[in-house]
C-alpha cells in the first residue's frame, strides 16, 4: 500500500538537532540513514532586493510545493528539518521507505525528480522575486551507523556530506551551461529580430532595435536568460561580439533609410574589431553608413562607467554614429551624468510606461524626462508600450517615438509602411 504523500512536519520544521533522537533510533534500526538536502540559498539574494518578509515567504511557497510531491520524493515516514541558517530543507530518509536495501541509485533519482519539481514550480510562480532557472539545488548523502562514532557527529557528517554534494552539483551545472553557450557561439545558433520604432504622432518608422534570441525550445531561448548564462559563463563580450555581428550584417535587409539601434556593452568600447579603420571597413563591406547606428547603453552602465564611456563615446560620435542610453528612469544614475554623454535618444524605461494613463505619478515623470530631454538636445523614445491608452497617454505628453508589442512584436524582416490614416497599433 502507498503511504500518505507528504513528510512528518510541524507547522514549522525544526533543526535536525532538534531531531537528533528520532534520527538516531532510524541510524539503529536501518543500520544506515539518507539524506535529501535542498538549497534554497540562492533565494538569499532577496533578502537583499525585496521588502522584509519576501525571502519567508518564498521558502514557505517553497515548503508547499515540496509537499506537493506526495511520495514521489518525499514521504509520510521521511523527517523534514531545516539548517541552522534556515535556508536549507533536510528530508531525512525513513526506514520504512525502501523495500529492501536504500541504494545511491535512489538517492540520486530522488535528489533529480525534487529538484526538477521545485525548480519547475518556481518557475511557474512568476514571481518579480525570481529571476533565471535553477533556483533550487539538491544534493544527497549518505552515513552508515558506527557504534565508535557519536549519532550526533554522523548526523552532523551527513548534513555537510549533502552541502558538498550540491556545491559539486551547481558547478557541474554551471560548467555544462558554460560549454551549452560556447556551442551556441560555435554553431552560430543565435537569431537577431527587429522591432520597429515609430514616429508616435505619425506614421513613420524611425528605425529598428536589433534584438538577440537563443535556440529555440531552449532555456535559453529568451535573452534574459541567455545573457544571465553569459554573465555567469563569463562570456559577455563573447556574446555581445556576436550579436553585434550577427545585428549588423542582417541589418542589409532594413530599408535603407532606417535608423538600426544596436546594444553595447562596456566591453565592446576596447574591442579592436569595433573601433576605427576597423569598424569602418566592416560597415563599409555591409553599405552601412555610421550615421544610420544608434549605439545603444544602458543607464546602469553610463553611471557604473561613467569614465570609459565619456571618453570612448565621443570617439565613436564624432565618427557620425548616434548614441541612445537605455532604461532611463530605471533608478541608476542623476540625470547630470546622462547629459554628459550627449545621447541623441533617452529611451524611457518600460517599467515606467507601463500604465502610464492611470498613474498621474508615471505621467509626471515622464512630463519631467521630456523636458529634461527637450533642454539637451535629445528625443524621447518610450519603450514596452502595450495597450491603447498607453499610447494616447503618451502621444498626449507630446513624446516623439515608441516602441512595443501594441507598435509591432520583434520579426526577422522589417515592417511593411503603414497606409496613410492607419492606427499604429498592430494586430
Same mark, same amino acid.
Do not use: W
Given at each position: 500500500?502507498?503511504?500518505?504523500?507528504?513528510?512528518?512536519?510541524?507547522?514549522?520544521?525544526?533543526?535536525?538537532?532538534?531531531?537528533? @533522537?528520532?534520527?538516531?533510533? =532510524?541510524?539503529?534500526?536501518?543500520?544506515?540513514?539518507?539524506?535529501?538536502? =535542498?538549497?534554497?540559498?540562492?533565494?538569499?539574494?532577496? @533578502?537583499?532586493?525585496?521588502?522584509?518578509?519576501?525571502?519567508? *515567504?518564498?521558502?514557505?511557497?517553497?515548503?508547499?510545493?515540496?509537499?506537493?510531491?506526495?511520495?514521489?520524493?518525499?514521504?509520510?515516514?521521511?523527517?523534514?528539518?531545516? %539548517?541552522?541558517?534556515?535556508?536549507?530543507?533536510?528530508?531525512?530518509?525513513?526506514?520504512?521507505?525502501?523495500?529492501?536495501?536504500?541504494?545511491?541509485?535512489?538517492?540520486?533519482?530522488?535528489?533529480?525528480?525534487?529538484?526538477?519539481?521545485? *525548480?519547475?514550480?518556481?518557475?511557474?510562480?512568476?514571481?518579480?522575486?525570481?529571476?533565471?532557472?535553477?533556483?533550487?539545488? &539538491?544534493?544527497? #548523502?549518505?552515513?552508515?551507523?558506527?557504534?565508535? &562514532?557519536?549519532?550526533?557527529?554522523?548526523?552532523?557528517?551527513?548534513?555537510?556530506?549533502?552541502?558538498? #554534494?550540491?556545491?559539486?552539483?551547481?558547478?557541474?551545472?554551471?560548467?555544462?551551461?558554460?560549454?551549452?553557450?560556447?556551442? &551556441?557561439?560555435? @554553431?552560430?545558433?543565435?537569431?537577431?529580430?527587429?522591432?520597429? $520604432?515609430?514616429?508616435?504622432?505619425?506614421?513613420?518608422?524611425?528605425?529598428?532595435?536589433?534584438?538577440?534570441?537563443?535556440?529555440?525550445?531552449?532555456?535559453?531561448?529568451?535573452?534574459?536568460?541567455?545573457?544571465?548564462?553569459?554573465?555567469?559563463?563569463?562570456?559577455?563580450?563573447?556574446?555581445?561580439?556576436?550579436?553585434?555581428?550577427?545585428?549588423?550584417?542582417?541589418?542589409?535587409?532594413?530599408?535603407?533609410?532606417?535608423?538600426?539601434?544596436? %546594444? &553595447?556593452?562596456?566591453?565592446?568600447?576596447?574591442?579592436? @574589431?569595433?573601433?576605427?579603420?576597423?569598424?569602418?571597413?566592416?560597415?563599409?563591406?555591409?553599405?552601412?553608413?555610421?550615421?544610420?547606428?544608434?549605439?545603444?547603453?544602458?543607464?546602469?552602465?553610463?553611471?557604473? *562607467?561613467?569614465?570609459?564611456?565619456?571618453?570612448?563615446?565621443?570617439?565613436?560620435?564624432?565618427?557620425?554614429?548616434?548614441?541612445?542610453?537605455?532604461? $532611463?528612469?530605471?533608478?541608476?544614475?542623476?540625470?547630470?551624468?546622462?547629459?554628459?554623454? %550627449?545621447?541623441?535618444?533617452?529611451?524611457?524605461?518600460?517599467?515606467?510606461?507601463?500604465?502610464?494613463?492611470?498613474?498621474? =505619478?508615471?505621467?509626471?515623470?515622464?512630463?519631467?524626462?521630456?523636458?529634461?530631454?527637450?533642454?539637451?538636445?535629445?528625443? =524621447?523614445?518610450?519603450?514596452?508600450?502595450?495597450?491603447?491608452?498607453?499610447?494616447?497617454?503618451?502621444?498626449?505628453?507630446?513624446?516623439?517615438?515608441?516602441?512595443?508589442?501594441?507598435?509591432?512584436?520583434?520579426?526577422?524582416?522589417?515592417?511593411?509602411?503603414?497606409?496613410?490614416?492607419?492606427?499604429?497599433?498592430?494586430?
Amino acid at each position: 500500500m502507498r503511504e500518505a504523500p507528504g513528510p512528518r512536519v510541524s507547522p514549522e520544521p525544526a533543526s535536525y538537532r532538534e531531531r537528533a @533522537e528520532e534520527l538516531r533510533r =532510524i541510524l539503529q534500526v536501518q543500520g544506515c540513514l539518507g539524506l535529501l538536502l =535542498i538549497d534554497f540559498s540562492e533565494l538569499g539574494r532577496v @533578502e537583499r532586493s525585496y521588502p522584509s518578509g519576501a525571502f519567508a *515567504n518564498l521558502l514557505t511557497a517553497s515548503r508547499d510545493l515540496l509537499m506537493e510531491l506526495g511520495g514521489d520524493g518525499v514521504r509520510a515516514t521521511d523527517i523534514l528539518a531545516i %539548517n541552522d541558517k534556515g535556508d536549507t530543507f533536510l528530508v531525512f530518509l525513513s526506514p520504512k521507505r525502501y523495500e529492501g536495501a536504500m541504494r545511491i541509485s535512489d538517492l540520486s533519482s530522488a535528489s533529480a525528480r525534487v529538484e526538477d519539481h521545485l *525548480n519547475r514550480r518556481l518557475a511557474e510562480l512568476a514571481s518579480p522575486c525570481l529571476q533565471g532557472g535553477h533556483q533550487v539545488a &539538491v544534493g544527497f #548523502s549518505l552515513v552508515f551507523e558506527n557504534p565508535l &562514532v557519536k549519532p550526533e557527529r554522523l548526523v552532523s557528517r551527513l548534513v555537510d556530506e549533502a552541502g558538498e #554534494s550540491v556545491r559539486a552539483h551547481r558547478r557541474e551545472r554551471e560548467l555544462q551551461e558554460r560549454r551549452c553557450l560556447q556551442e &551556441v557561439l560555435l @554553431e552560430d545558433k543565435l537569431a537577431t529580430l527587429f522591432q520597429p $520604432v515609430f514616429e508616435l504622432q505619425g506614421r513613420a518608422i524611425l528605425g529598428y532595435e536589433a534584438l538577440t534570441r537563443g535556440p529555440s525550445g531552449t532555456t535559453y531561448h529568451m535573452p534574459l536568460r541567455l545573457f544571465e548564462m553569459a554573465s555567469a559563463a563569463d562570456l559577455v563580450f563573447e556574446l555581445y561580439r556576436k550579436c553585434r555581428r550577427r545585428a549588423l550584417t542582417a541589418s542589409r535587409s532594413l530599408p535603407r533609410d532606417a535608423v538600426l539601434f544596436v %546594444n &553595447v556593452v562596456p566591453s565592446a568600447m576596447h574591442d579592436p @574589431e569595433f573601433q576605427g579603420p576597423a569598424l569602418l571597413r566592416f560597415l563599409g563591406a555591409l553599405d552601412l553608413e555610421p550615421g544610420r547606428i544608434v549605439l545603444e547603453i544602458t543607464e546602469k552602465y553610463a553611471i557604473e *562607467n561613467y569614465t570609459m564611456f565619456a571618453e570612448s563615446l565621443e570617439e565613436f560620435t564624432k565618427a557620425g554614429f548616434r548614441i541612445a542610453v537605455d532604461d $532611463v528612469g530605471a533608478g541608476y544614475s542623476g540625470l547630470e551624468k546622462i547629459a554628459h554623454l %550627449n545621447p541623441h535618444y533617452l529611451k524611457i524605461d518600460r517599467e515606467l510606461i507601463k500604465d502610464i494613463d492611470s498613474s498621474y =505619478i508615471r505621467r509626471e515623470m515622464t512630463r519631467a524626462l521630456k523636458g529634461f530631454a527637450d533642454r539637451i538636445g535629445s528625443t =524621447i523614445i518610450a519603450e514596452g508600450i502595450e495597450r491603447e491608452t498607453e499610447l494616447r497617454a503618451l502621444m498626449d505628453l507630446g513624446i516623439d517615438y515608441g516602441q512595443g508589442f501594441l507598435l509591432g512584436r520583434p520579426a526577422a524582416t522589417a515592417l511593411s509602411p503603414l497606409p496613410p490614416g492607419a492606427s499604429l497599433a498592430r494586430p
